[in-house]
């Protein structure tokens, strides 16, 4: 994994001791992690960790005894693998213990200041690691094929709540008048799902297992949202056929910077407050990361180039689950008919580079943050779908099964799954000629058209049509009322317009129709308003400026505040509005998100004029000719955050 500077085929950590004391008015984190460590190679004399923006202080061995180390520098053109700490071992060095503080510069911790919070009162601190930012967290070895258990003792101010990726064990005040939180997580986990969030938070009992963690003002309102969440585990559960492994699953429903739809943390899930639609229609999220406790967080890919078996998977057993609640097996194939949509605008999309239109990826050294796409999500998918089609259902379902009991706990790669797969089926009619090779390692779109039910869109497919042709025509407007259409539906036919006026997007009086009928731009459901602010973007309508500036400056979820960005700037006469709304605004974003939305804007200007840049070129200068933000940071940018999941479920 060249991901990774560390070494674990010769010495691996096995447990964390991890003690912490969070500090709000340095934006730092001070603490001694101490590691149970295993030679894989007797002979091996040195421990070497992952380490990014990280003070080190003090390295000892179990007795307190100094022990010699190296922390090299970074490699100005492989800032995203931060520094190689290197810690010279003796024949009796069992523990290795370790003093360091972050820095404000630690990538994987974002600080909010009060203002930034829902209750303006009180800041608030969260971790985001996914793919190689935990190494700016803590000295590890950050690579998804290494597990560790852990100890964590947090030490936050007596106002605040710390909550954890484990389960809590002990809640105390300290002799400093402080709290002071101890946490244990018994089932191994890779390092980019240690996860860390505090705040002034409160917390509402779903069921004996399940919770919901949030700031005051959106408690109750998230409990509500989220309430399916134990029949959400309970149906994971029946379908896995191995009992869930991680104790309690409480979700956070995190603050409108977070730039993902969830993150799927053992034991915590953080959720975006975009999901908050106000009829449940969006907990589809939840679902996913549910999921993930089994495919990905207990069966984990073993290095970022086999992502896809994290993602693909998730995304079948998030359709299975999401099938059975409502009771309609349809309904799996009414949610791929969006997610093959989604795979195909990205495929198309000149940005990415083909490399990374594949299943199988090969990043080497390269920040795996910006090979990620819906790719892994649904070409993913639909391998997985293409097989059980080809074996039966009962069959594959019998398959993942076993699947998940023979790679619990153990990473894998690829070859694993294929090999394991095929030897499961070895003699299948149906899968002779299988072109598993364009499968895996061709990039664009799978080698075969689904074919899924289109019962359930059919209605919203053919509205979409009416409107077309209203739109290229001159038809009548459709009078249908589709107060009674779920959200799903009108998403479905949000999607379907896209792609019937791709090519020639619709005129401003059909958006202003769509509207006056609709009531699209003022829809409480983010997915709904997204989709329908691309369409008023396309068609020129200047009426959805204020909207859509509204909508990306308060919420920092990158699926939608990428492609809103990306098409305000798009435009010359709206260019200006973007740039001045992002700098305004990027405090507030997360550094993930930042660098991307950043990355983005600088990659279309630099396409339309690479070679005649004016001094109040983008990149480099503001409107008095000094240099911006960007190209003081762009840099920093580009290590710091990373382009996970541009449209995947909890982007």
């Known amino acids: 994994d060249r991901s990774s500077l560390s070494n674990p085929h010769e010495v691996v950590v096995c447990h964390l001791q991890w003690e912490v004391q969070v500090d709000f008015e340095e934006s730092v984190l001070r603490a001694t992690a101490r590691y149970t460590i295993r030679r894989n190679d007797p002979s091996a004399k040195v421990l070497s960790l992952d380490t990014a923006k990280l003070e080190i202080i003090a390295v000892s061995d179990q007795n307190g005894k100094e022990l010699d ?68 967290l803590l000295p590890c070895q950050d690579r998804p094929g290494v597990k560790v258990t852990y100890k964590a003792t947090v030490t936050v101010p007596k106002w605040a709540v710390c909550v954890m990726s484990a389960v809590q064990m002990i809640q105390s005040m300290s002799p400093r008048n402080e709290k002071t ?124 180039d086999h992502f896809w078996l994290n993602e693909g998977w998730t995304t079948w057993l998030q359709r299975k689950i999401m099938a059975r609640i409502h009771d309609d097996d349809r309904f799996l194939d009414f949610d791929a008919i969006g997610g093959y949509k989604d795979l195909r605008d990205t495929v198309e999309d000149d940005r990415m580079p083909p490399e990374f239109k594949k299943l199988v990826l090969d990043i080497g050294d390269k920040d795996p943050d910006d090979s990620y796409s819906i790719v892994a999500y649904e070409k993913g998918f639909n391998l997985l779908i293409a097989l059980e089609r080809r074996v039966g259902t009962e069959e594959f379902e019998s398959f993942f099964q076993s699947y998940v009991k023979k790679f619990a706990n153990q990473p894998l790669t690829t070859d694993d799954f294929r090999d394991f797969f095929t030897s499961s089926f070895p003699s299948h009619p149906d899968m002779r000629g299988f072109e598993w090779d364009r499968w895996l390692h061709e990039a664009g779109m799978p080698p075969e058209e689904p074919n899924f039910d289109r019962t359930l869109s059919y209605q919203s497919e053919a509205l979409a049509e009416s409107w077309a042709a209203v739109d290229q025509k001159g038809s009548p407007v459709p009078e249908e009322n589709i107060r009674t259409w779920t959200s799903n539906q009108k998403i479905c036919f949000l999607d379907t317009l896209q792609v019937l006026t791709g090519d020639k997007p619709l005129k401003v009086s059909t958006v202003n129709d769509l509207h ?55 435009s010359k006469k709206w260019r200006k509005l973007a740039r001045a709304a992002f700098f305004k605004n990027k405090d507030f974003y997360h550094p993930i998100c ?40 762009a840099t920093i940018l580009l290590a710091v955050g990373f382009g996970i999941m541009l449209g995947r479920r909890r982007s």
């Open 181 to 304: 939180y101890v946490w244990i997580q018994d089932v191994p986990v890779s390092s980019y799902l240690i996860a860390m969030a505090v705040g002034q938070l409160e917390r509402r009992e779903i069921s004996s297992r399940c919770a919901v963690w949030s700031e005051p003002a959106i408690v109750d309102v998230a409990a509500e949202e989220y309430s399916q969440t134990e029949m959400f585990l309970k149906t994971a559960e029946e379908i896995a056929g191995v009992p869930y492994a991680w104790g309690r699953y409480d979700l956070l429903c995190m603050p409108p910077s977070f730039p993902f739809g969830g993150m799927e943390n053992v034991c915590l899930t953080f959720i975006t407050p975009t999901t908050l639609a106000g009829d449940k229609s969006l907990a589809d999220v939840v679902a996913h990361e549910i999921a993930h406790s089994w495919t990905g967080n207990l069966v984990t890919n073993a290095t970022w």
């Open 69 to 136: 180390h190296t922390h090299y520098g970074e490699n100005a053109e492989k800032l995203h693998l931060g520094r190689r700490l290197d810690i010279n071992l003796t024949d009796t060095v069992s523990h290795v213990v370790i003093e360091y503080e972050t820095t404000p510069e630690s990538s994987a911790l974002q600080w909010l200041s009060p203002s930034q919070t829902l209750g303006k009162v009180h800041p608030y601190l969260f971790t985001q690691c996914q793919a190689i930012h935990a190494r700016s």
């Open 516 to 570: 006056k009928q609709y009531g699209f731009g003022e829809s409480q459901n983010a997915e709904i308003l997204f989709r329908y602010c691309q369409l008023a973007l396309a068609a020129g309508d200047e009426s959805m400026l204020l909207v859509v500036l509204k909508f990306i400056t308060s919420q920092g979820r990158m699926k939608f505040t990428r492609p809103l960005y990306r098409s305000l700037f798009a």
């Open 594 to 633: 930042a660098k991307m939305v950043a990355q983005d804007l600088l990659q279309i200007e630099g396409a339309e004029d690479s070679a005649s840049a004016s001094p109040n070129h983008f990149a480099f200068f503001d409107e008095e000719g000094k240099p911006t933000w960007v190209a003081a940071s």
